[in-house]
């Protein structure tokens, strides 16, 4: 299974196997998970037919991309085939820049991934960085400090940094070529940008159906619970007018007989009342006045000794 796809020059074969023995080294990884294209021992079978769909199909299972950037590297088409169909995948990319080039001489396409230039002071830490990287993304572990793993690391830096071009200046067809490339990576860019855009046009309107939907979820909870407490409400008042009903039924029915033991008793309401005769009469020798009787009851009939008797030996309290 590919893990690291090494994209370079056919000159610069003798680079890319000093990184393979480093990255061999650094990392508990089978030389076998390493494709290059100009090595057939690292998988890329040259006899076939359609090299074109061999390197798509390894790019596509490929996890990391490693570019070996050269004077040379960066004259073949078969570099910038290679970087547009890796690049629109969201996988780790890594250009390595030779000596005489900076990172404005680098296409377009890798210009905005993280670059190591071989000819900073700081390479050492820059690959220490990469293999930190790989070991993240391809989920493997570092192999620990030995000198073999720094010998390793130091022949692929020093060899890095004595390069020479090898190659003579691009011919017209090749240029075309190129130029070919480049325009169908530009077209690759404004698809996938386009396709980007649409995508967060398409979250944002997720997110916005998803926020009206709970807003729709809240309505409908609160007007249930509207419609619950509307229901208790009514209850409550159905409850009160029946209590208050009663009330009135209790009041209007205040005369009502009481029975002790065989004594009819009928209840007779407060109120105020004149006393006395009319002044009229001349035998009145006080002035009529107001009293006020607290409501009593009262024998509905007379009642005989018998029960006189029962109800004179009853105790005080009632």
């Keep these: 299974m590919t893990k690291i796809f090494i994209s370079h020059s056919h000159a610069d074969e003798a680079i890319a196997d000093l990184l ?3 990255l061999g080294e650094a990392m508990k990884i089978d030389k076998d998970d390493i494709r ?3 090595d057939p021992n690292h998988g890329l079978d040259f006899s076939s037919s359609s090299i074109s769909d061999q390197l798509k199909n390894d ?3 490929a ?5 070996i950037a050269t004077i040379d590297s960066l004259k073949s088409p078969w570099l910038l085939f290679e970087v547009g169909s890796f690049w629109t995948t969201d ?5 390595i820049i030779g000596p005489g080039l900076k990172i404005a001489d680098l296409p377009g396409l890798l210009r905005g991934y993280r670059s190591i230039q071989i000819e900073k002071e700081d390479v050492f830490y820059e690959l220490g960085e990469l293999i930190n990287q790989l070991e993240k993304k391809l989920d493997v572990k570092q192999i620990g400090a030995s000198r073999r793993k720094d010998k390793k690391l130091n022949a692929f830096i020093k060899g890095f940094q004595d390069w020479k071009p090898k190659l003579s200046t691009i011919t017209q067809s090749q240029k075309q070529e190129i130029e070919k490339l480049e325009a169908q990576i530009q077209e690759l860019n404004k698809d996938l940008s386009e396709a980007r855009s649409q995508s967060v046009h398409l979250q944002e309107k997720e997110e916005k159906i998803a926020h009206l939907e709970n807003e729709l979820l809240e309505a409908r909870s609160q007007k249930e619970t509207d419609q619950n407490e509307i229901i208790h409400l009514r209850e409550q008042i159905e409850e ?9 039924q209790k009041k209007q ?3 009502f007989i009481e029975q002790l033991g065989e004594l009819e008793m009928i209840f007779i309401p407060s109120g105020t009342l004149i006393m006395d005769l009319p ?8 002035s009529q006045h107001e009293v006020t009787v607290q409501a009593f009851y009262m024998g509905k009939f007379l009642i005989t000794h018998a029960l006189y008797q029962i109800i004179y030996a009853l105790p005080i309290s009632l």
């Design 20 to 22: 393979i023995d480093f």
């Design 36 to 38: 290059c294209t100009s």
């Design 59 to 61: 790019l596509k299972n």
């Design 63 to 67: 996890t990391a991309l490693i570019v």
């Design 91 to 95: 996988k780790l990319v890594a250009p």
């Design 240 to 248: 009160r007018s029946q209590q208050k009903l009663e009330i009135n």
């Design 253 to 255: 029915n205040q005369n």
């Design 279 to 286: 002044e009229e009469d001349s035998n009145n020798k006080k």
